[in-house]
């Protein structure tokens, strides 16, 4: 059983405890609801009488289990009658649009002009008090709450691709409403749902309590908490039984759509749960003392780092060094775990994640060597953005949407330098002049909104180079972006690395064809491991491992009438094949692949292998 | 169909407009997302529309497609008019015509299993009698290389490439002879990429279908398509055979994004002037003249006078420039 699922046994058990008891009322040896007994009005709890007797001296469980009969059968009925009007409305509304939308739709929305209590009130008036003219009401009031609820949620599905893709097969429109949208609209429909009958219970007391409802001597919890309310002083445990029942139905029907919604949602949904519940992701780390660094020293040597969610590894023992002005690409394809890589590096892993093990030392500009696998927050803190900064892929997402680009870039700068007034502004001017954004004196007033894509990815860098840092991280950062502007962001990158000679970089990427364009260096990734490393030019020319190999031959650009295509597809982090990771994808695959895991070879000096058989590969 | 030559899918000086309001009083101003789109797919061939974003090749497909009506101009299919159909008409066509979307995550619905989905098309159109679904279920998966367990789970079980396998196999379902692809492989790793492009060919082939292959990234489509349409903002600026576009382009957009392009094994740096300068232009407020000027090495003033017109430059072969020649190129092989 899905945990989703069991987690409906509990609120589902309760429920289905009130509805089966409110229907079974009349069999069960409830005692008379209108038997009165004015000798013992008001008695407290007995043995006869579970909970007591009312100012009647009548019998409070079984009037409790009556009246919820009446509640609950005005509540539910109301809150399912709306639903499906609603729903239906809706649907209609947000599919077809147009004079649809405004006979449904729209139209349903007047009566959300009018004071609820009041089109009850007026519906009980005409029709006269009873279940059914309440029930009537009710529906009537809550239509439009689902309309509008399902009316938005759908137009949101109508766009989707697979809606598109019905579409496109010739599926008749309502067959495409019903049994493809709606589905997907449930989500938000149960969440009304639960909000719609615990409001119409509230209302429904509400109005039987104003004696429009339920007509007296038949029980409901709001008669109930009304004839209570008088005599709250002699009695007050009469009041607080309806009410008790009243708010613990009204909770555990929240739960229920609650847990419904995610039971029914085929998506497994891993909640990370409340941040203080999470286990600590990291132990408190030490402020790690500087060593100085060797002259000659790399500025960023990973060695064996791991990086794990809970037990789980997606990440194992990476090594990668950068040495100053060199760009390495990390290549990989999507979990090879190269954008976690990165992200170590700034200290911004996800909360559940953490490094397990190896070290990661960077060469600061003073010329001292600092763990960055070990730093605390704090020091990580002093070293983003002004040493280390990072690049990422969705521009539109990472820069603020609500802030000037100049004050954003200024923000940046003012983080790590003191400087204010015409210096800051020249700053400014000077960055977005040097990353190429035109008419930097008006530009720095821009919101992201209003540049392109090519100009926000251009803000983008210039936030990440603000402070001259000497280690570049670029996650994807051409991935977006149109071929001829591409090409103008890694014409950027190229002269960024020109012009700071020092500045190292590792430039993440999945395309081939990038890395030859622009780095130096290349670790590929697969699976969570490095499995080779080179110059570029050689490891291109001459891979030396068959994952490499493989990858280079599936690029469209060899003229070959069939592409190579790695079978299958990359193993999920929860059951890695136990030798080589590439193994059962590899045509080079040996019965020791499959058993050992492979050690790091040196074809050459300066290259890495992780293959048993690189000699044969190439 | 009586003419074996006869396209099966034709265009013609197709438009759409996209008119948007500024404030609630604003005039309502024109945005044309394709202009004048005059294009033909035959059986079995693969035709490649290629540009950037914003330039009208997802609008076009969905005209195709008859998602969309032009505002101009007309689509035919098989010699039938799409605007003169009813919408149960239509319904009864669009058999014959089928979609692949870009997002493997987005094109299948959540909540149903895989057979489930592409049964629909079955059922839809009576493919096979009620009682033989699911064997026809099962072969489709196995014409796609997947496992027939595969109808029974439902998509978040299946990675980005499966997922697009499982897509074409809802194409298929309904036995299509004319197929949109709109950027199928643009959101899969390299590897899998592969696989699909191969599955794309092998289908091609087997199944004798008409392709429309939409994308920007030009290796995949020179390698899958016969015939190549370059696009920018809306108007075709250069059409012909894949291996002329290509390897000997005549309009200085098409140079301008091979240019661009990526590759394994990179030029001279000192090309690397030859990026193109500035971005697409607003399809609300395009220049005068030829679209591509702005940017244009080669523009002049005569390129502000009207727009060049589709001229013919080889057999088959046609670019809007007024300077449109051959210039060996050459994707960089």
Sequence with gaps: MKASTRKLILPGTIVALIIATVILAPVLPLQDTRGMDIPHRFAGPSAAHWLGQDEFGRDVLSRLIWGGRASLFIAVGSAVLAAIAGTALGLLGGYFRGAVELFTVRAAEIILCLPPLLLALLVVTILGAGTWPLILALTILYTPNYARVVYAATQQVRGLDFVTAQRAMGTHPLKILVRTILPNVLPPLLVQMSLVVASAMVIESGLSFLGLGVVPPTPSWGLMIRAARGAMEVAPLLLVWPSLALAGTILTFNLLCDRLQSALDPRAVTAGGALWLRPRSREAKKPVTPVAAPAEAPLLEISDMSIAVHDMELVRRVSLTVRPGETVALVGESGSGKTLTGLAMTGLLPDTLRVTGGSAVYTTRDGTAVDLAKLDEEGIRKLRGDEISMVFQDAAASLNPVLRIGDQLGEAIQAHHQISGEALQKRILDLLRHVGIPDPERRHRAYPHELSGGQRQRAMIALAVANNPRLLIADEPTTALDPTIQAQILQLFAQLKKDTPGMGMIFVTHDLAVVAEIADRVTVMYAGEVVEEGPVAEVFARPRHPYTAALISSVPESGAERLTAIPGTVPSPRNMPTGCRFAPRCGFATAECESRSPKAEHPAADRVTRCFRWENVT | ?333
């Design chain 2, 1 to 333: 169909m009586t003419d074996a030559n006869a396209p099966l899918v034709e265009a013609r000086t197709l438009g759409r407009n996209f008119p948007t309001r500024h404030g609630l009083l604003g005039r309502a101003q024109d945005v044309w997302a394709v202009r004048d789109v005059s294009l033909t797919v035959a059986k079995g061939e693969t035709v490649g529309i290629v540009g950037e974003s914003g330039c009208g090749k997802s609008t076009l497909g969905r005209m195709m497609m008859g998602l969309d009506s032009p505002t101009k101009g007309s689509m035919s299919f098989d010699g039938r008019d799409l605007s003169s159909l009813s919408s149960a008409e239509m319904r009864k066509l669009s058999r014959r015509m089928q979609m692949v979307f870009q997002d493997p995550f987005g094109s299948l619905d959540p909540r149903r299993t895989i057979g489930a989905q592409i049964a629909d098309g079955l059922r839809t159109h009576n493919i096979v009698p009620g009682s033989e679904v699911k064997a026809e279920v099962a072969r489709l998966l196995e014409q796609v290389g997947l496992p027939t367990s595969a109808a029974e789970r439902r998509p978040h079980e299946f990675s980005g490439g499966q997922r697009q396998r499982i897509a074409v196999a809802r194409a298929l379902s309904t036995r299509p002879d004319f197929i949109v692809a709109d950027e199928p492989v643009s959101a899969l790793d390299v590897s899998i990429q592969a696989q699909v492009v191969n599955l794309l060919m092998d289908l091609r082939r087997d199944l004798d279908l008409a392709m429309l292959f939409i994308s920007h990234d030009l290796h995949v489509v020179r390698h899958l398509c016969n015939r190549i349409v370059v696009m920018y903002l809306g108007r075709i600026v250069e059409e012909g055979p894949a291996e002329k576009v290509f390897g000997t382009p005549s309009h200085p957009y098409t140079r301008a994004l091979l240019a661009a392009t990526p590759s394994l094994h990179p030029r001279d740096p000192s090309e690397g002037d030859k990026v193109l300068k500035g971005e697409l232009p607003s399809p609300a407020n395009p220049p005068s003249g030829c679209p591509f000027r702005t940017r244009c090495p080669l523009a002049e003033e005569a390129c502000a006078k009207g727009v060049p017109p589709l001229s013919p430059v080889g057999d088959g072969w046609r670019a809007a420039c007024i300077k449109a020649a051959p210039v060996a190129e050459g994707v960089p092989a």
